[in-house]
């Protein structure tokens, strides 16, 4: 089993910058992925940025914004992001991937003001 705990988030104005953390307790062993999805108000859960394989992947809303920092070894994957705008309120959430199985943190709030 997994447990994802999410540290960072609250209220910043637009143009500032927030570092989301997360977490993870449990085996490291096959973790497939871990990365940040979010949530705006009446939208879908989408992307945000993952680390797969080596592989980096960001939303195009986030790139050359947010940056993506994974350590596997200690099941932490961390989020900095930059330029914020009103259009990243959204809730945070961590995600780790372990045999084809997802798991979530329960999220954290980031609410940008113009």
């Known amino acids: 089993q997994v447990q994802l705990v999410e540290s960072g988030g609250g209220l910043v104005q637009a143009g500032g910058s927030v570092r989301l953390s997360c977490a993870a307790s449990?085996?490291?062993?096959?973790?497939?992925?871990m990365g940040w999805y979010r949530q705006a108000p009446g939208k879908q859960r989408e992307l945000v940025a993952r680390v797969s394989g080596g592989r980096t992947d960001y939303a195009d809303s986030a790139k050359g914004r947010f940056t993506i920092s994974v350590d596997n070894a200690k099941m932490t994957v961390s989020l900095q992001m930059n330029g914020l705008r009103p259009e990243d309120t959204a809730v945070y959430y961590c995600?780790?991937?372990?045999?084809?199985?997802?798991?979530w943190g329960k999220g954290t709030l980031v609410t940008v003001s113009s």
């Open positions: 449990g085996s490291s062993i096959n973790i497939n992925s």
């Open positions: 995600n780790l991937q372990r045999y084809g199985v997802d798991y």
